[in-house]
Structure formats: structure tokens, C-alpha cells
């Protein structure tokens, strides 16, 4: 799936996805929509990539020869990758309808034995290089300076922390609360207001520590550290996670939502889901799920195979029903 690459300019090996060549056509099996990942991003700290679990299974059961037009989303960035990567191993792009603040959130990606298990350049694994709140920027910071240059790779580690609504933010600086973060790069993938949780990289240039790229992500509230893609997603699951709760206190189903980490790709084009809604029995364990989406509804029901309830009608009813 990857292939180790060499830049001679600044003789760093790295990780990109496979296929980059244009020797594969789009019709090809192997050929992806991703862009090789510039030296700009951050690729010192390498994710284990897992793609969406329905995936792969899909592209099989689909008639190759159904044509759909392209939905565009902007290609991940490096950083945007790592933090799917390390939501998606520590179970934290579900939500169960109850809070889960930020330190809630944090301890799940810290604990995760997949996130221990991905090691970088200096000996540390990346859980020990990630941080979060105001104590944890000094903590991120002294962890650069004791890092040791390994094969002229610069340290670096993960600072998270809460950026609430109000936040502004331009290509290369993010202020909170009258205090200004400046950076090499500054990514918002989503069109959403705000409040965000805000993941940054430090690195070491020279003799100071500082920020080399932040990824701001929205999400729902300071309470619920849920990504969400827009501003109405936020609306809609404010209303919504609530109902949730009181869904789980059924003796019967447990019920939680998860946000795809991944796109689906099909035939080149590109669709991104804004929920799983899944069902567990408490009894024997069986799982089902439905899609839940703002778009592309009837594409994504043939994709996945199961029904896709527009995301208008979610509050539609007391409950959704199977």
C-alpha cells in the first residue's frame, strides 16, 4: 500500500502512498485520489494508516462499470492523516451521547495500545510525545529540547488543546482567547466556525521551539469532542446527542455514531458520509448500522448497502428506528 521515497535535498526518507505514478489510469484498481505528501508535512511522525473498515468490502460487492460524478473534498494533509489515525485507534470518533471533555478525550488517544505501538525517530513512541492543555505546551516544549537529531530529522512533538468559538485564525497564526499561536502552517479542513480542538506540531529550528503546523478541527462542544464537517452538522447533533442518550438507556441496544476518519473512494470519485449510526444487541453482540448523510444519498446506499437517512430528517422522530 506505501513505498519508502528519498529526497535528495534534504536526504529524508519517507513514507507515500502507493500509486503516485501516472502509469496507473484512473479506472485501475490501485489508483487513489491522495497526492503524494510533501515535504512541508509532517511525515516525522508516521501514522499506521487503517482505512474506513466497510471500505474495501464495498468496492468488492459494486459493479465497477456504475459511474458517479466527483464529490470534492480537499486531499488530507500529513497532520490531518496523524490525527485521523490516532481517533480512529482510540475509539474517540464515536460518540455515545454522553460529555467527553477534553481530558476525556486525550487519556483514550494516550491509552490506545495501537497509538503506543507507533513509534518515531528518537526512541519515544507517540503517545509519549503527545500533550495537551495549557501545562502540557511547556511539557511539549521541554520534550523538543531533549530530543537527540536522529539521521538529521528535526524533533518534534503533539501539543492538543481547546480553542472555543470565537477563535480567528489566518494562514499561519491562530489566536485564543487574546493569545497568539504563530506557526509555519496553520490547516482548518472544514467550513465550521468553531469551537475547535486544536492540534499542533512542535518543532526545533534552531535554538526556540516552535509550532511548525496547527490543524484546527471543529467540533461540537467543549463537552462533546466530536469532529464535525459544518456548522449545521454541529446544529443538528447538538439536538441530536441528547436523543442518543436517552436511546442507550433502552435494556435492549446500545446506540452510538461515528464519524468516518476516511472517505469512501469510488471509481476516483470521492464520498464522505457525515455519520454511521450503529446498533449493538446487549444480548447476542450483532452490530447493523445506517448511513447518515446531508448528501450523494442514494450513491452511498448503493456503496455501503444498507439505508442512508438524510441528515434533515435525524430529528425527525423521538428515535430512529431499525
Known amino acids: ?33 491522495r497526492a503524494t505528501v510533501s515535504s512541508e508535512e509532517l511525515q516525522l511522525l508516521k501514522p499506521v494508516v487503517e482505512f474506513h473498515p466497510y471500505k474495501e468490502r464495498n468496492r468488492s460487492e459494486r459493479n465497477s462499470s456504475t459511474n458517479h460524478s466527483v464529490s470534492k473534498r480537499p486531499i488530507m494533509s500529513g497532520l490531518e492523516k496523524l490525527f485521523a489515525t ?19 478525550f486525550m487519556n483514550k488517544v494516550i491509552n490506545s495500545e495501537k497509538n ?4 518515531t525517530p528518537w526512541g519515544k ?76 506540531t512542535i518543532s526545533k529550528q534552531q535554538s526556540d521551539n516552535q509550532f511548525r503546523d496547527i490543524l484546527l478541527v471543529p467540533i461540537v462542544s467543549k463537552d462533546y469532542i466530536f469532529a464535525v ?12 446527542l441528547p436523543k442518543l442518550f436517552r436511546m442507550n438507556s433502552h435494556a435492549e ?19 464522505w458520509p457525515n455519520w454511521l449510526l450503529h446498533r449493538k444487541s446487549k444480548s447476542d453482540r450483532k452490530k447493523s448500522f445506517k448511513v447518515i448523510s446531508d448528501d450523494n444519498v442514494d450513491v452511498l446506499a ?8 438524510h441528515m434533515s430528517s435525524l430529528l425527525a422522530a423521538g428515535e430512529v428506528t431499525w
Open 116 to 119: 503506543k505501538a507507533i513509534g
Open 229 to 240: 464537517h459544518s456548522d449545521i452538522e454541529r446544529e443538528i447533533l447538538q439536538a441530536f
Open 86 to 104: 490516532l481517533i480512529t485507534n482510540s475509539f474517540t470518533n464515536y460518540q455515545f451521547g454522553r460529555y467527553q471533555n477534553l481530558p476525556d
Open 253 to 271: 441496544f446500545t446506540y452510538y455514531l461515528n464519524k468516518p476518519a476516511w472517505p469512501v473512494i469510488d471509481n476516483g470519485a470521492v464520498y
Open 302 to 309: 448503493d456503496i455501503y448497502g444498507v439505508e442512508v437517512i
Open 1 to 33: 500500500m506505501m513505498h519508502i521515497r528519498h529526497r535528495q535535498d534534504t536526504d529524508l526518507f519517507y513514507l507515500a502512498d502507493n500509486p503516485t505514478s501516472e502509469r496507473h489510469s484512473e479506472s485501475c484498481d490501485l489508483h487513489t485520489v
Open 125 to 200: 513512541t507517540l503517545t509519549e510525545l503527545c500533550y495537551y492543555g495549557p501545562k502540557g505546551l511547556e511539557y511539549a516544549q521541554s520534550a523538543v529540547k531533549r530530543l537527540d537529531q536522529t539521521h538529521n530529522q528535526i524533533p518534534a512533538s503533539l501539543w492538543f488543546n481547546y480553542a472555543p468559538a470565537g477563535t480567528t485564525h489566518t494562514g499561519t497564526s491562530v489566536t485564543v482567547r487574546e493569545q497568539q499561536f504563530t506557526a509555519t502552517k496553520v490547516q482548518v479542513p472544514h467550513k465550521a466556525s468553531g469551537p475547535f480542538l486544536m492540534v499542533c
